[in-house]
């Protein structure tokens, strides 16, 4: 599904999978995470060029995690990153392929790396900025003129997120906290919303710390709408166990 945010910016909306940006300058389109699959990325590569007759000139992956970057491989242009997410690429090999169920094949690398922020123009100013917490790459896109946020999986709407083994939930919060208070936010997974959907992860992220410290039960989170009306409860089973493993 696609959904205007404003007149620069569109997000390709999946059911479960990462959310594609598309942002619009003068000149061409930035993309912000370009799925799992290669032939999936092809498919948005071609509803780009139906939708704006301009080109790919800028890719961004918010963070290395293969559901955001896989589909790289797709585009002939520069993919920006944290320097981070290429060191994690970097690593993919065979048996990581074999782990996903997918058929090796080479990966396009992060071209232009950053470690705080990296600055973009294109008649739109767009900013990438390092936010580690979701993973110690996480990085987000903030467009002022637009006054629009794409979080990656730093925010998750919808769905319940997922912790992994190398989140790290104080610093995740720290970047919450941080981020710029747009608003029109869009998160890795899930819909669209405003800045009230940073308010809920902040909450999230909170009542997970207090539930590990022990200064919060699990049958308060079973009432607690911000964990039941999210999508996939098996995803916060699984991220706890991360979590105290």
């Known amino acids: ?49 139906d939708l704006t007759m301009k080109p790919v000139e800028l890719v961004f992956n918010t963070h290395y995690h293969p559901d955001h970057t896989f589909g790289n491989t797709a585009f002939d242009c520069p993919v920006v990153a944290h320097i981070l997410t290429r060191e994690k690429m970097e690593k993919f090999d065979n048996s990581y392929f074999e782990e996903l169920g997918l058929d090796y094949f080479e990966l396009h690398l992060p071209d232009i790396i950053f470690e705080d922020e990296f600055d973009y123009e294109d008649n739109l100013k767009i900013q990438f900025i390092h936010g580690p917490g979701h993973t110690p790459d996480s990085s987000y896109v903030y467009i002022p003129q637009e006054n629009v946020l794409i979080t990656g999986d730093t925010v998750i709407n919808s769905m319940h997120p997922e912790i992994v083994q190398d989140s790290n939930l104080s610093i995740w919060m720290k970047t919450l906290e941080a981020l710029p208070k747009a608003k029109y936010v869009i998160p890795g997974h899930g819909e669209p919303g405003d800045y009230s959907s940073v308010k809920d992860m902040i909450d999230y992220i909170d009542k997970i710390r207090k539930l590990l410290a022990g200064e919060l039960s699990a049958n308060q989170l079973d009432s607690d709408p911000n964990f039941t009306q999210r999508q996939h409860m098996e995803l916060l089973e699984w991220s706890i166990k991360n979590l105290i493993s």
């Open 1 to 49: 599904m696609v959904k205007k945010i404003t007149e620069s910016v569109y997000v390709i909306e999946h059911e479960e999978a990462a959310n594609n940006v598309i942002i619009i300058g003068k000149k061409g389109v930035v993309l912000v995470d370009t799925s799992l699959f290669p032939e999936k990325a092809k498919s948005i590569a071609k509803f780009i060029r």
